[in-house]
């Protein structure tokens, strides 16, 4: 596995995972892996960086889709942005639906309208264990392009539109978090901190 991982580090567009799921060649005779990413925790730095736009969607963004849906799968998440696997490119992953079949790949994510409020239980891949109550828009209006670069402009409510802009938030390196209270925040760097000293002891 070590040195299938090695081999295969130089020739993926995404380069930081830890699993190779499968292997497969494309029209070119190129090797494609399938790959699981590792996802960031806070408080890493690296989350606060801010993804920059998609310029033209090639082969290497898809492959960096694709591992994205993979990684969010093996989580048992139902979103990712690309700056939580420290890619610094406007990219998201998102599926609600119970089997796991309904992927959303939405590249250059933006909100266009926001309209009420509701208050609902966050969890975040990258602060696991965590959850807690935010308030967001209820309803917005958002565009983003395909994988086929259509651009699409469409509208969400409930549970996709908190995911939506609990993910656009990643990419902007910011983190559900930053909405809590400066009580709430302490106590959970505290547990964090706790959590880090255990750790490094069982090193
Ligand atoms: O971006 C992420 O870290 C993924 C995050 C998305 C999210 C969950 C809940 C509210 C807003 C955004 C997760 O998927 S965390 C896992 C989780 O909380 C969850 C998993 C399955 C169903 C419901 C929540
Ligand atoms: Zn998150």
């Known amino acids: 596995m070590l040195v299938a991982t090695l081999f295969y580090r130089g020739l993926t567009a995404t380069n930081n ?3 190779i799921l499968s292997v497969s060649y ?3 005779g190129v090797n ?3 790959a699981i990413l590792e996802v960031l925790h806070f408080p890493d730095p690296r989350l606060r960086n801010k993804a920059i736009l998609v310029e033209e969607i090639g082969p290497d963004i898809k492959e960096i889709a694709e591992n994205m849906l993979v990684t969010m799968y093996s989580e048992n998440g139902i979103g990712l942005a690309a700056t939580q696997v420290n890619i610094q490119k406007r990219i998201v992953v998102i599926d609600l639906s119970e089997e796991k079949n309904e992927p959303l790949i939405l590249i250059n994510p933006e909100i266009t309208k926001l309209e009420g ?3 609902m239980r966050e969890g975040c891949l990258s602060v696991p264990d965590y959850y807690d109550i935010v308030e967001r828009a209820e ?3 958002y565009c ?3 994988l086929e670069n ?3 402009t469409t509208n969400a409510d409930g549970l996709l539109a908190v ?3 609990h993910e656009i938030d990643h990419l902007d390196g910011k983190l559900f978090i930053d909405y809590l209270s400066p009580l709430k925040r302490q106590r959970l760097k505290k547990k964090i901190d706790k959590q880090e000293k255990v750790q490094q002891n069982l090193l």
Request: with cysteine.
């Open 117 to 119: 409020s509701e208050s």
């Open 150 to 152: 259509k651009l699409v």
């Open 26 to 28: 494309n029209h070119l």
């Open 144 to 146: 983003h392009k395909t």
């Open 139 to 141: 309803n917005i209006e």
């Open 17 to 19: 995972f830890s699993y």
């Open 32 to 34: 494609i892996a399938m």
């Open 163 to 165: 995911c939506i802009q």
